[in-house]
């Protein structure tokens, strides 16, 4: 079975950059290639599941999405790191047009995306993680089934310190830094629990 790393992409893996399509606006963040590296070296594949509201909007098609996605696995490879597979959720309930306006499955935090890499994968959610800097990226993942780690960057920070001033208990299962600091503890439970 596989222990795989769902990732949230945009304030996660790269910085957070308004409907993000084109190659030359996409930047890495500190850490981010780093953190992948580490957990593929310890086994885990490596699945991206991104919301793509800027599909559904028309800013930017399908196409140009999985062209920057091909862009950034060659950015992370050049660091000895790589995503397996990408699975983004093209709708938006609101603002969608056409065909992308519609409420679904995929949309984070509900499991469509997921569902569809468990339909490829063979998971093995003891192991498994959800790493993103929203709290519907951990919602998702905790939906699914798994543990959510929420990361400083992108929205992490302003989430966390948001539901502290509101007095909420912490919804996710680890608060990270980066993304080096998720893979650490991530390898370090799995020793603590698995040997």
């Known amino acids: 079975m596989d222990k795989v790393i769902f990732l949230d992409r945009d304030g996660t893996i790269n910085k957070e950059v308004e409907y993000l399509y084109r190659p030359e606006d996409l930047v890495l963040l500190p850490g981010a290639a780093e953190g992948i590296a580490l957990m593929r070296q310890e086994g885990f594949r490596i699945l991206v599941v991104t919301n793509q509201a800027g599909i559904a909007r028309g800013y930017y098609t399908e196409e140009q999405m999985h062209r920057l996605h091909g862009y950034l696995n060659s950015e992370l490879k050049k660091r ?4 397996d597979d990408f699975y ?3 709708h938006h309930p609101v603002h969608g047009i056409g ?7 995929c949309r984070k935090p509900d499991t469509g995306m997921f569902e569809e890499a468990a339909a490829k994968y063979e998971i093995d959610k003891s192991r498994s993680w959800m790493i993103g800097d929203k709290r519907i990226d951990v919602l998702a993942g905790q939906n699914f089934g798994i543990p959510g780690i929420l990361v400083s960057t992108g929205y992490g920070a302003e989430t966390r310190a948001g539901a502290e001033r509101r007095g909420e208990e912490p919804f996710y299962d680890f608060y990270a830094e980066t993304l080096v600091d998720a893979a650490e503890y991530i390898i370090r439970k799995g020793k603590e629990e698995h040997g």
């Open 88 to 90: 983004f959720c093209p």
């Open 80 to 83: 000895g790191a790589w995503i």
């Open 99 to 105: 065909e992308y306006k519609k409420v679904c499955r």
